[in-house]
Structure formats: C-alpha cells, structure tokens
C-alpha cells in the first residue's frame, strides 16, 4: 500500500497527522522494532504510567506496555490485528509484547532497556514456543521470574479508542491484560529447583540501551 493511504488509516483511527506519518512509514514488523529501540525509555519519574499511543509519543519515550501498544498501533496498519500478549513474573516486573504472525510462525516486538526480552523474529510455531523463548531472560538478579503467560489479547476488544488517542494513564489495558486467561510456566516446586543465573549471565544486566538515572537506580 502507498503511504498516504496509511497515514488517512491511521488518521481515522485515531492519531495526529504527525504521528501518523511517523508509524505509517515503518512498513514491516522489524522496522517497528528498529524504532522502538531507539524510542528513549520512560523511566516514569513521576509515578507508574500505561500512556495512550498518542500521549506516549508526545512524550518521545515509552516502557513495555507502552512500546508495545504503540507496536500494535503499527503492526494494525500492515494489517495484522494489534495483540497483547502479557508476561506475569514473581517478584518481579511484568512484561508486554506485541505478537505477530508471518507465514503462520509467531513473533514478537519488544520494548526494553536491557539485552534481555527483546525482539523475536516470526519462527516459532505457537504462542506457547514464543513465550517460553523468553523463559532462561526473564530473570531478576540471580533468579529466573517468568512464571505466566496471557493469551494474546486483541486491543480492538477495548470499548473505545483510549488506548489510542486517551489522555491520563490507561488502566483499562493492564487490567485487562492481567485479568484475561494466563497459562502457568512452572509451579512452585519447579521453580525452587531452578539453576540461579550465573556471573556472566548477571553481567548483562549492566548493559542498557539508555542509561538509568540514579534515582531509578536506588529503587530497583
């Protein structure tokens, strides 16, 4: 499809004429990805947020559910439905993506700053195959989180267009994401034996896309 045809798609659905410009122009899933990477990381100074796609992109920064609603935004103009797809951890911060399929193997976009939960390319058979390459990443310190995974939820299911072009903090979406059918990894006991991460593993935490703030480092 032409470009101007995206942009009046993505006009009618809600964005500015600017911002439609700037996701109609990122023609396939890894162009998504390419610019989400280089999208600044919200560090949510003021308190937790799960900002519209619009307001995530007046701000120019944005965290994972945010990166992956404005992903689902994009992905919607190529034509593929704009999924969720919610990760529960223990202790631990959740995560969201934003799952594609290509040729009927699943994918996945992802917003954040460390080396892991990133981008997966469209290889994997099921949703099942797609959240468990996630499983030895997900990890907080020396211990590995991941306990749940959602099945993809369709933002289309929302009863408006908030998620969109809403104003304030859009809870509606992290309820809704929590609150649907999640699928248990690992039980209690299958976790108490699960091998700590190692020095090398640990290191990795240090490298980040965008250097954290002091202050936000005093809270992790």
């Known amino acids: 499809m032409q470009l101007a045809p995206l942009i009046r798609l993505a006009e009618r659905r809600g964005l500015s004429r600017a911002h439609a410009k700037t996701l109609a122009k990122l023609r396939t899933p890894r162009a998504i990805q390419d ?15 799960v900002r519209s796609v619009c307001a995530a992109l007046d701000a120019n920064c944005a965290h994972c ?15 593929h439905p704009p999924l969720l797809l919610d990760f529960c951890a223990h202790q631990d911060m959740d ?5 594609f ?14 080396t892991c939960l990133r981008w997966r390319d469209p290889v ?16 907080k310190g ?14 289309r299911k929302l009863k408006d267009n908030g998620w969109i072009n ?14 649907i059918r999640h699928t248990e990894i690992v039980n209690d006991r299958e976790a108490r034996a699960l091998r700590p991460r190692d020095a090398v593993e640990l290191s990795s935490d240090k490298l980040t896309s965008f250097p954290i703030p002091a202050w936000k480092r005093r809270r992790l």
């Open 65 to 79: 559910i945010e990166g992956a609603m404005i992903a689902a935004f994009a992905l919607w103009l190529q034509g």
């Open 35 to 49: 610019y989400l990477c280089k999208l600044p990381q919200n560090f949510e100074p003021k308190g937790d947020t």
């Open 95 to 99: 995560h969201v993506i934003a799952p």
């Open 101 to 114: 399929k290509v040729r009927g193997k699943w994918g996945a976009i992802s917003k954040t700053n460390y």
């Open 166 to 179: 809403g104003e304030g903090n859009r809870w509606e979406v992290s309820i809704r994401i929590t609150e």
């Open 124 to 139: 994997y058979k099921s949703v099942r195959e797609l959240a468990m390459s996630y499983f030895h990443e997900y990890a």
């Open 142 to 155: 020396p211990r590995k989180t991941l306990r749940s995974y959602s099945v993809p939820y369709d933002l």
